[in-house]
């Protein structure tokens, strides 16, 4: 399997006991609604499948799994923050009209007052607001996604088009 046949969910935080189990963390919002038969792993840019013998849900974004042919820790040990990822078609269907901040991974983000900023390289969610992330001028900046910054966005031409606050990109750029 290739990475563009399949969708990123989250990666291996911790092994737990000496029985193989390992923690994953989710960074794919609708967890719960995933199946487990199989995740990839991402291993030296390659997607290596690991059959999944167990799989329990916690509410915190985390889930513990036993793999097939995995019954030691030693086994499980290269897995320890390795990305995981499932295939496309295991991706859950989203009603009509249905939007996330974490689509606009890709969008060409557009400031009104700066013009043309970058391609949002990632979006990352923290437990106050969404943030997304761009190389302007040679540098990473960080600006937060969020209704009082995001002027219009067009899914059809990938562009997202802010008024973002004055001064905010002069934090990176002065350095």
Known sequence: MKHEEAFYIGYVTKTRGLKGEVQVFFEFDEYEQLEF?????DMNGKLVPYF?????LQANKTGYFNFDDADHIDKVQPLL????YLPLSQMPER???EFFYTDFKGYLAIDETLGELGEILEVNEYPQQFVATVMYKETEILF???EDFIVEY????KTLTLDLPQGLLDIYLES
């Open 95 to 97: 009603e009509e009209g």
């Open 81 to 84: 923050k390795k990305k995981l």
């Open 144 to 146: 937060p996604l969020n």
């Open 154 to 157: 067009d899914e059809d031409e």
């Open 37 to 41: 038969d199989v995740v990839f792993a």
């Open 52 to 56: 999944v013998a167990s799989a329990k």
